[in-house]
């Protein structure tokens, strides 16, 4: 269960041992609680009364904003989220002289020294804010190149933080013989993804034409009746602001207009792909569509910021850029502890350990799957080297915006899983884009990954 900023009680959720999700941004305080938040380069902080089962949980994106920002959006920023959140704990009954804290998060997605340092600044700012309000701070885990999960128990006074760093085993990594074979038999899997794809290519590419008849377009869809519930409950929810719900494809299409409503059919019929458990990558159901959503709205944001014109084609390569992971995941899940090890112990890069254990790599395979859906070339490349953007024969700006939207996801928390740590920014990237101030993006797209429904 997410929420927004607030106050709550054990007594307001009945499902004994649910956590409050608290999403990046934002904070969450209140007695017998479980809160839990996902960190990457953002920091969480656990602030909790050792005594009275009172704390909170604070996820920062930034160590410090604007006054005016900091004003509007405390919770974003490490100075103004942790003396907020000490107020609130305060304001419950907690007592300073009680107070601890656990810090956690801050990762890195460089192998070199990372001229952002958005990780480094955050843990940083943590121990300073915390240092000046008197608070001690008795676990730190911060750094490194992995995304991390924070759960605060306020009915036991228990921190658990988890990594993927922790699960792999140290060991020789056996010479296995690569899966190339398997690849020859992508197709077949391909095709079997999801039954609603096939459709929703077809009326994707008829809304592309601006004189399409928009009957027609609603009898197509409702051949298939759980696309049609998908694309009525995706068009109805909190991201597209529409002033009235929704209750039929003729009004979804009048109100959101041809181009939305185009992504709206794909975001649709990827929610099936995609609502899948893929224990190769450590994601749960719906993760990976989570951080799908991410890449794509973050895509489009940053190709605004620099005014590229295919915002639909980068909307769609930052929806599909890891939809190679799925078939990996079916076919070569047995070798996904040799490819963590090779990537901890070996210093190896994700992308590398998959293709010297596999014979190919998950971006690869998301190339062969745009390309049996016939997507257009510019998003093909998108796809193939959205982790080495400066590869890209032809459109290396389009690869590189989606690099980028992947690395700022990752840096929210919203990961694709597994990996996604060690895949690291392309330096090359931000030259390609013209850009230089990373904070301002993260900042703007916090607002986005905050609507995903």
């Not at 997410?2 to 009680?9: D, E, P, T």
């Not at 038999?185 to 601006?210: F, G, M, N, S, Y």
């Not at 989570?290 to 890449?295: I, K, Q, S, V, Y």
Request: with cysteine; hydrophobic share 45%; charged share 25%.
């Amino acid at each position: 269960m997410s929420l927004k900023v607030g106050s709550l009680h054990g007594e307001d959720f009945p499902f004994t041992g649910s956590p409050v999700l608290v999403s990046p941004g934002e904070a969450a305080w209140g007695k017998n609680l479980i809160l839990e938040t996902i960190l990457g380069a953002c920091v969480g902080v656990a602030i909790y009364d050792l005594k009275r089962n009172i704390g909170g949980l604070l996820h920062a994106i930034l160590p410090e904003g604007s006054p005016e920002k900091e004003a509007e959006y405390p919770y974003r920023y490490v100075r103004s989220g942790i003396q907020a959140l000490y107020q609130e704990i305060l304001a419950l009954g907690g007592k300073n002289e009680d107070l601890v804290a656990v810090v956690t998060g801050g990762a890195s997605v460089l192998r070199e020294p990372d001229r952002h340092a958005v990780g480094a600044r955050n843990a940083l700012a943590s121990r300073r804010y915390l240092k000046e309000l008197a608070i001690p701070v008795i676990r730190e885990d911060v750094g490194g190149h992995f995304p991390r999960r924070l759960l605060l128990d306020l009915n036991t006074l228990k921190v658990k933080i988890t990594s993927s760093s922790r699960k792999a085993i140290k060991g020789p990594v056996p010479q296995e013989t690569p899966l190339i074979e398997e690849i020859q038999r992508l197709e077949e899997r391909i095709d079997r993804l999801h039954p609603q794809t096939e459709l929703a290519l077809k009326v994707w590419r008829l809304a592309r034409d601006p004189t399409v008849n928009f009957k027609n377009l609603e009898k197509e869809i409702l051949k298939d009746q759980a696309l049609t519930a998908n694309i009525l409950k995706v068009s109805n929810s909190a991201f597209y602001g529409l002033k009235e719900k929704v209750s039929s494809l003729s009004q979804a299409i009048a109100f959101l207009g041809l181009e939305t409503f185009r992504r709206v059919v794909m975001v649709s019929a990827l929610a099936g792909v995609y609502d899948r458990d893929l224990p190769g990558y450590q994601l749960e159901r719906k993760e990976l569509f989570r951080h799908a959503l991410a890449c794509a709205m973050i895509s489009e944001l940053i190709a605004r910021r620099i005014g590229i014109k295919e915002k639909e084609e980068i909307y769609i390569a930052g929806l599909i850029h890891d939809i190679g992971k799925i078939l990996l995941d079916e076919f070569a899940r047995d070798l996904f502890d040799q490819i963590i090890r090779l990537v901890l112990f070996h210093n190896r890069l994700f992308l590398e350990a998959e293709r010297e254990l596999i014979g190919t790599d998950h971006a690869t395979v998301g190339g062969i799957v745009a390309q049996r859906w016939g997507f257009p070339p510019a998003l093909l490349e998108a796809i193939i080297f959205h982790h080495e953007p400066s590869m890209a024969p032809s459109n290396p700006e389009v690869a590189a915006v989606v690099h980028l939207a992947n690395i700022v996801a990752s840096y929210l928390g919203v990961s694709g899983g597994q990996g996604s740590f060690s895949n690291p920014l392309d330096p090359r990237a931000m030259e390609i884009l013209s850009l230089d101030d990373m904070d301002s993006i993260l900042d703007e797209a916090c607002g986005l990954v905050n609507t995903i429904f």
